[in-house]
């Protein structure tokens, strides 16, 4: 099995900066793409940054400009600096990933979510 374990959120006024970051862990063979989503309170879950394994880096576009997506891909592990943060921006946010394991099996898992926070 894979898992992911996010952390990182919290409290910040608004104009403040958080970094989130995803470690990946279990069977991996190969990760393909990590994400980062978000839920805010009764709405529903929207993208917010994709970082494929290869290529350009997909943005929100409420978001760009203000968030930096990152992978470090021996370690299986995401990250989202985010700068500027504004009220709009509190949620929680999870990572997502699929790839394949070393069984050869796909796999497609989400984690547990972080809340972030942005409070005066």
């Known amino acids: 099995q894979v898992h992911l374990v996010e952390s990182g959120g919290g409290l910040v006024q608004p104009g403040g900066s958080l970094r989130l970051s995803c470690a990946a862990s279990?069977?991996?063979?190969?990760?393909?793409?990590m994400g980062w989503y978000r839920q805010a309170p009764e709405k529903e879950r929207d993208l917010v940054a994709v970082?494929?394994?290869?290529?350009?880096?997909n943005y929100a576009d409420s978001v760009k400009g203000r968030f930096t997506a990152s992978r470090d891909h021996v370690n299986n592990t995401a990250y989202l600096q985010m700068n500027n943060l504004k009220l709009e921006d509190t949620a929680v946010y999870y990572c997502?990933?699929?790839?394949?394991?070393?069984?050869?099996?796909?796999?497609?898992?989400w984690g547990q979510g972080t809340l972030v926070t942005v409070s005066s």
């Open positions: 279990g069977s991996i063979l190969s990760t393909n793409t």
């Open positions: 970082i494929p394994s290869d290529g350009v880096i």
């Open positions: 997502h990933a699929f790839g394949i394991q070393r069984t050869l099996r796909p796999f497609e898992v």
